[in-house]
């Protein structure tokens, strides 16, 4: 393992990222112990500065991490875990720790054109994170892969039947669909956005 730099306190943060969304979920503690039955077990363990003792993420509410990859800064001293959550990250049932701003932001929809797919993204980890009764997101996650690809092949031949039509405003709309229902697949199958894209850079090279 590699040698990182633990505090006085023998500690060192890690802030845990979802390797889907790339939303930051929480900031914790590790120590070496805890860093090591990370390793080992593939799911996140921390030590609690409160209690003075290693605890197993989820443990009681069965909401645990398993760890896609541990990265370390330049300095070797704070850790970025990223990993596929099963359930909310902080102890109110949020999806993340992180969920207010100190600042106003303006929204302007056309500063950036895709930046509604990171918000999708985003949203969608959240709803199968937090699983909201009555939400229709939950309700695809609960139903599984089955009802979620026979909603992507319903939402693709609409599109095929708004273009065949040469209905402009019903295409939007069935497109609008078939991306939504092509998102939460990506999730039920913990595949990011991220990787489509680089597939799509690399042939436009």
């Known amino acids: 393992m590699i040698d990182v730099q633990f505090n006085d306190q023998g500690?060192?943060?890690a802030i845990v990222q979802d390797a889907a969304s790339k939303e930051v979920l929480m900031l914790a503690y590790m120590n070496?112990?805890?860093l090591e039955k990370?390793?080992?077990t593939k799911q996140?363990?921390?030590?609690?500065?409160?209690?003075?003792e290693l605890w197993h993420?989820?443990?009681?509410s069965g909401h645990t991490q398993n760890i896609v990859d541990i990265r370390y800064d330049c300095d070797q001293d704070t850790l970025v875990v990223l990993v596929n959550p099963n359930g909310p990250a902080c102890h109110k049932g949020d999806y993340s720790c992180f969920g207010h701003s100190l600042?106003?932001?303006?929204?302007?929809g056309k500063a950036d054109r895709f930046g509604i797919f990171n918000e999708l993204e985003k949203v969608i980890a959240k709803r199968e994170a937090e699983m909201p009764e009555g939400a229709y997101t939950t309700y695809l996650f609960e139903?599984?892969?089955d009802k979620i690809l026979k909603k992507v092949g319903e939402e693709a031949s609409e599109v095929i039947i708004a273009a065949k039509n040469?209905?402009?405003?019903?295409?939007?709309?069935?497109?609008?669909?078939?991306?939504?229902?092509?998102f939460v697949l990506l999730r039920e199958q913990k595949l990011p956005l991220d990787d489509v894209l680089s597939v799509l850079e690399e042939r436009h090279r």
């Not at 993420?57 to 009681?60: A, D, F, I, L, N």
């Not at 600042?103 to 302007?108: A, G, N, S």
């Open 57 to 60: 993420k989820g443990e009681t």
């Open 38 to 40: 990370s390793i080992e």
């Open 143 to 145: 139903k599984g892969v």
């Open 166 to 182: 040469r209905d402009p405003d019903e295409l939007k709309w069935e497109v609008a669909d078939l991306f939504y229902h092509v």
């Open 11 to 13: 500690l060192i943060p």
């Open 44 to 52: 996140t363990w921390f030590y609690s500065r409160s209690r003075q």
């Open 32 to 34: 070496k112990e805890s």
């Open 103 to 108: 600042l106003e932001k303006e929204v302007d």
